[in-house]
T-cell receptor, first 112, second 113 residues
Framework: DSGVTQTPKHLITATGQRVTLRCSPR?????VYWYQQSLDQGLQFLIQ???????AKGNILERFSAQQFPDLHSELNLSSLELGDSALYFC???????????FGSGTRLTVV | EDQVTQSPEALRLQEGESSSLNCSYT??????LFWYRQDPGKGPEFLFT???AGEEKEKERLKATLTKKESFLHITAPKPEDSATYLC??????????????FGKGTTLSVSS
């Protein structure tokens, strides 16, 4: 157990639908990062939150959004889902020193 | 243009056959180079962080080194349990990237007995 908890582990949904992925960071970590991993693209950075505020954006689609709550857990919302959104979605967290980045076990999203 | 490039994409070794994986990056002034191991369907597992040219870190059969433009992950006398995808990531001094890690596409290592 890395200390970063992601739910659900698996999600199967239809095209056009909306889903929410949840992440609880390691205790004490203020930064949360979301990544998408597909076979051909590798790990792609989507978005970072730090202590409730958006800090940086990577290759995140407009159909995707995220937020970090006062208890520091984060949610990634994916809407108008397409077949190409099928991937593993990982959450990672880091402390203020940013010396360590710990990943969760991921959510496997399948869009049918 | 890729900022982090790993080679080779795939590597097959016999047990005990040592080799090296390469990670090159195109931007100067990086703020940390990270190596991770990833098993199929699981999250990346942290191995090493390197910060300055000349730095080396070791863990069991793995040794990571860093120069100004690239890093090597040396695997000495590998065992089948070392089979995994090895990911390199860097933290760049770009404000728009925050403190996020930017990953290469990885090297998939297969070690047969």
């Amino acid at each position: 157990d890395s200390g970063v908890t992601q739910t659900p582990k698996h999600l199967i949904t239809a095209t056009g639908q909306r889903v929410t992925l949840r992440c609880s960071p390691r205790s004490g970590d203020l930064s949360v990062y979301w990544y998408q991993q597909s076979l051909d693209q590798g790990l792609q950075f989507l978005i970072q939150y730090y202590n409730g505020e958006e800090r940086a954006k990577g290759n995140i689609l407009e159909r995707f959004s995220a937020q970090q709550f006062p208890d520091l857990h984060s949610e990634l919302n994916l809407s108008s889902l397409e077949l190409g959104d099928s991937a593993l979605y990982f959450c990672a967290s880091s402390d203020t020193s940013n010396y360590g980045y710990t990943f969760g076990s991921g959510t496997r999203l399948t869009v049918v | 243009e890729d900022q982090v490039t790993q080679s080779p994409e795939a590597l097959r070794l016999q047990e005990g056959e040592s080799s090296s994986l390469n990670c090159s990056y195109t931007v100067s002034g990086l703020r940390g180079l990270f190596w991770y191991r990833q098993d199929p369907g699981k999250g990346p597992e942290f191995l090493f962080t390197l910060y300055s040219a000349g730095e080396e870190k070791e863990k069991e059969r793995l040794k990571a080194t860093l120069t100004k433009k690239e890093s090597f992950l040396h695997i000495t006398a590998p065992k089948p349990e070392d089979s995994a995808t090895y990911l390199c990531a860097v933290r760049f001094p770009f404000l728009q990237a925050g403190t996020a890690l930017i990953f290469g596409k990885g090297t998939t290592l297969s070690v047969s007995s």
